[in-house]
């Protein structure tokens, strides 16, 4: 099994502006989890709405890794995303570039964003956001596992599991 190292923290601006800004001090696989984000965001900088305590918020940094497999990173996080919450028998659909929805309702979003100044990408930081818990949204089409489910969900198992799922897809398609 790959290692990662996983930093929890309480309140960030956002997980993958941390890892960002701090990349050169974390190895490859590090992963950035936040219990709230003050400027989270999709993409074309958009606002990711989150309240605090309420949803799965974090992202995770790949280091020296071929631009040949870009293709296969953003596979791993939509197929692992999306197996799991097939696993819960939630319907979901993938909607280009980034999103997963439950059918016209965003449920997670995901957010590739990588630098590199030649064959290799310097890093490839990838942002994600479930909706687990919160019930009310200023977007309207939003939604959430609590809502889906009809029930309080358990927060730090649901990224337990997503985090296996993760770490088994990595070994199987990137490496």
Not at 72 to 95: C, D, H, P
Not at 125 to 147: C, P, R
């Amino acid at each position: 099994m790959i290692s990662y190292t996983l930093l929890e923290f309480e309140e960030l601006n956002s997980t993958s502006n941390f890892l960002k800004e701090n990349q050169t001090y974390f190895p490859n696989m590090t992963i950035i989890k936040a219990n709230h984000q003050t400027g989270g965001r999709g993409q074309f900088d958009r606002k990711w709405e989150s309240e605090p305590d309420q949803n799965l918020l974090f992202s995770i940094l790949l280091k020296h890794v071929h631009v040949t497999k870009a293709f296969e990173i953003k596979r791993w996080i939509v197929s692992g995303m999306m197996n799991y919450l097939q696993k819960k028998n939630i319907a979901v659909t993938f909607k280009e570039p980034n999103d997963i929805y439950v059918e016209d309702q965003k449920l997670c979003g995901i957010l590739i964003e990588t630098q590199s100044s030649s064959n290799i990408f310097d890093y490839v930081i990838i942002g994600i956001g479930l909706n687990v818990n919160q019930k009310i949204f200023d977007q309207s089409k939003a939604t959430s596992l609590s809502i889906i489910l009809n029930q309080t969900c358990n927060i730090k198992h649901i990224f337990s599991e997503i985090l296996n799922i993760l770490i088994e897809g990595y070994e199987q398609i990137i490496l």
